[in-house]
């Protein structure tokens, strides 16, 4: 199994930037990709970004392209999520999660993501 832990979540103004990272541990020789999902209080947990854990691919929702970046250290086993210009949309409970199988590699969808992180609250400030 894979273990994942985010931090890096606070509390930041409008327009400011935040970073997360989140750290895997256990069989992450498992690991094909891994993603960044978000959750607002009253709404279902949404797509934000995926990288390709061998390749670097990227994708990111239409609603932070531009602003957030995600990259990945191989080495460490460490997913960062770096997120710039935030909007009071933005606040949310934001999940790391990781694909464990050679298939849909970078998804956007959750349900094709196998491990979880336990989140971290961003909220930003207007």
């Known amino acids: 199994q894979v273990q994942l832990v985010e931090s890096g979540g606070g509390l930041v103004q409008a327009g400011g930037s935040l970073a997360l990272s989140c750290a895997a541990s256990g069989r992450t020789f498992s690991i094909y990709a891994m993603g960044w999902f978000r959750q607002a209080p009253g709404k279902e947990r949404e797509f934000v970004a995926t990288?390709?854990?061998?390749?670097?691919?990227?994708f990111y929702a239409d609603s932070v392209k531009g602003r957030f970046t995600i990259s990945r250290d191989n080495v460490k086993n460490t997913v960062f999520l770096q997120m710039n210009s935030l909007k009071s949309e933005d606040t949310a409970i934001y999940y790391c999660?990781?694909?464990?199988?050679?298939?849909?590699?970078?998804?956007?969808?959750?349900?094709?993501?196998?491990?979880w992180g336990p989140g971290t609250q961003v909220t930003v400030s207007s």
């Open positions: 999660a990781a694909q464990g199988k050679p298939s849909y590699i970078g998804s956007r969808i959750s349900s094709r993501y196998d491990y």
């Open positions: 990288i390709s854990w061998s390749g670097g691919r990227t």
